[in-house]
């Protein structure tokens, strides 16, 4: 089982099995991260794992599109295309702006 702490929700944490897809974690347990597209798409579900990078899958194409390469160094992911291998990982985000 993998853990999953929602920074940004308030340190929500929530459990699922090994090799679980970060954003589909975040839908099924009201953790927040923000999304529109939930494909790769359009960018929205931009968030950082603070601690157990060590624990997601390697970067994929279509995170390329959205994030430079700094981003990446400092632990920036797409939720919608980030995997949880195993392990425990801490996320946060920037809160969309309430109209």
Same mark, same amino acid.
């Given at each position: 089982? $993998?853990?999953? *702490? =929602?920074?940004?929700?308030?340190?929500?944490? #929530?459990? #699922?099995?090994?090799?679980?897809? /970060?954003?589909? &974690?975040?839908? !099924? +347990?009201?953790?927040? $991260?923000? =999304?529109?597209?939930?494909?790769?798409? @359009?960018? *929205? @579900?931009? @968030?950082? $794992?603070?601690?157990?990078?060590?624990? *997601?899958?390697? &970067?994929?194409?279509? +995170? !390329?599109?959205?994030?430079?390469?700094?981003? /990446?160094?400092?632990?920036?992911?797409? #939720? @919608?295309? *980030? =995997? &949880?291998? +195993?392990?425990? $990982?801490?996320?946060?985000?920037?809160?969309?702006?309430? #109209?």
């Amino acid at each position: 089982m $993998i853990e999953v *702490t =929602f920074i940004t929700n308030g340190n929500k944490v #929530a459990t #699922a099995p090994d090799n679980s897809n /970060l954003l589909r &974690v975040s839908l !099924r +347990e009201q953790g927040g $991260i923000p =999304f529109l597209c939930g494909g790769g798409k @359009c960018g *929205t @579900c931009k @968030c950082r $794992i603070e601690q157990g990078i060590e624990h *997601t899958d390697k &970067v994929k194409d279509k +995170e !390329r599109k959205h994030l430079t390469q700094e981003d /990446l160094d400092q632990g920036y992911r797409m #939720a @919608c295309q *980030t =995997f &949880v291998l +195993e392990g425990s $990982i801490s996320v946060s985000w920037v809160p969309k702006k309430k #109209a």
